[in-house]
């Protein structure tokens, strides 16, 4: 049986963190400044998160290879650099099932494998693979706190 751990593991903003799972991976990066992302619904609405310096960028992939690994550090590089923004799929869309990752931001992400990829506006929870799911991730000073049973990650320069 799994053992859910909290560990803080320090990044900083030219440093991206990949919590690894076995069908799937997470790649973590921080905002680095004030800025802005914008998220447009199904409702035909914008939604506007406000990110602070410490706040995270997150993409979840849901395959574990150098492939998934590149296609993480250009989707991060269109969010934090490029200011591009999320769309969200209305629920029963068939495109969900064809989205090779997805993205949320803010000072806190809950991972769960029990979500429809690329439905959800909420910043505060994205899809992820089986085993990375039920993880916790916080934003913090220098940071970030990872609480759940995830058995590899590792930083890297992004």
């Not at 004030?34 to 506007?48: A, L």
């Not at 490029?82 to 990752?101: A, D």
């Not at 913090?140 to 992004?158: N, Y």
């Amino acid at each position: 049986m799994p053992v859910r751990q909290r560990r803080s593991i320090r990044i900083t903003g030219d440093e991206i963190l990949f919590l690894i799972g076995e069908s799937g991976e997470l790649g973590i990066l921080k905002a680095g400044e004030k800025k802005q992302i914008f998220i447009g619904t199904p409702d035909k609405e914008e939604i506007v998160a406000f990110l602070e310096p410490e706040d995270i960028i997150a993409v979840s992939a849901f395959e574990n290879s150098k492939k998934a690994e590149k296609g993480i550090r250009s989707m991060l590089y269109l969010l934090r650099e490029m200011n591009f923004p999320i769309t969200v799929l209305p629920e029963n869309h068939p495109t969900s099932r064809r989205l090779p990752m997805v993205v949320a931001a803010g000072n806190y992400i809950n991972l769960s494998c029990n979500i429809v990829p690329g439905t959800h506006p909420e910043q505060d929870i994205l899809c992820a693979c089986d085993d990375l799911s039920d993880t916790q991730i916080t934003a913090s000073k220098g940071g970030v706190e990872v609480e759940g049973t995830v058995k590899k990650f590792k930083v890297e320069k992004f």
